[in-house]
């Protein structure tokens, strides 16, 4: 009985497996959704689609890391595009989702540094617009010297 | 076996004469056992060829309990070696994943960047956008070489 418990567990968590590549893949064919939907004219329904992927519970052998580089990359780009369609503040409330994932200094981080200053500069908030760009700056100068330093292009 | 109608030879009558003398001299302490030791084997030996042979349903019993103590080894043994494998992919499968190795951002999405990230930089923000395009599919691709493809 015990052994039958513990086959049966161990199957629950091997289809775990095939839950994080099924969250990957949703991930993936919501961008590209989202550019099919913005080639189209369809700005909203582009967001949706990224709406969607965010609100999807991530499975947990899903890395920390990983996760949070789909999601940050994910509410950046709706942040992009509630900025384009003129709602800054629902622009900073997506960036500020996506940084309360983490902070790392790696691009995903920059680019919701980037737009967040983007939209507290609708906002007239000038002087924490300023921040997140010198943040933003600081993060993406220093991968580019490693990308540099690496034998990278110059 | 002792025939009865065979008049006892030398040598039993020597042995007969020396289990009496040890029994009326007693086993004291230091005397010599051996040849009560040897008559009482002896005695047992032609009490157990003298027993009823094992009955028919004693016989199969004794069998089937025989019978059934290496199948339950047998069923034992399987059920811990089905329990180690489920313990092994137990231990597969809760090992703490490492994330995935993905690529470094290329100069270019990095120069974008900078530029999207000045205050006058919001004509630089469509590059940025193609740039980050171009990244997630490589970070993408290489989620989906670490984690697989969904069946």
Request: net charge neutral; aromatic share 2%.
């Amino acid at each position: 009985m015990k052994a039958l418990s513990l086959l049966l567990l161990a199957g629950l968590l091997s289809g775990c497996g095939d839950a994080s590549a099924r969250w990957i893949d949703e991930a993936r064919r919501a961008h590209a959704e989202a550019d099919a939907r913005l080639r189209e004219g369809d700005p909203g329904a582009a967001e949706r689609a990224l709406r969607r992927a965010v609100t999807q519970p991530a499975p947990p052998d899903v890395a920390a890391a990983d996760r949070r580089a789909v999601l940050q990359d994910a509410y950046a780009r709706l942040a992009r595009l509630e900025l384009v369609a003129g709602k800054p503040d629902q622009a900073l409330r997506d960036a500020d989702a996506g940084l309360e994932l983490g902070e790392e200094a790696d691009v995903f981080a920059a680019a919701l540094r980037t737009v967040r200053g983007r939209a507290c500069e609708a906002l007239g908030r000038d002087s924490e617009a300023a921040r997140d760009y010198e943040k933003a700056q600081s993060i993406a100068g220093r991968l580019l010297e490693q990308a540099l330093g690496d034998g990278g292009e110059r | 076996m002792i025939g009865e109608e065979k008049p006892p030879t030398a040598e039993e009558l020597a042995e007969a004469e020396s289990l009496a003398r040890a029994l009326e001299d007693g086993a004291g302490p230091g005397g010599d056992t051996s040849a009560v030791d040897d008559a009482l084997a002896a005695a047992n030996l032609l009490r157990a060829s003298a027993r009823p042979t094992l009955s028919e349903m004693r016989a199969r019993a004794v069998l089937n309990r025989a019978w059934r103590t290496p199948r339950r080894s047998v069923a034992r043994g399987a059920i811990a070696a089905v329990a180690a494998a489920a313990a092994a992919v137990l231990v597969f499968a809760l090992r703490p994943r490492q994330p995935a190795p993905l690529p470094a951002p290329g100069p270019d999405l990095l120069r974008a960047q900078l530029a999207a990230a000045r205050p006058d930089g919001s004509a630089a923000m469509s590059r940025l956008d193609s740039e980050m395009s171009a990244y997630r599919e490589q970070v993408f691709g290489a989620l989906q070489r670490a984690y697989g493809r969904p069946r």
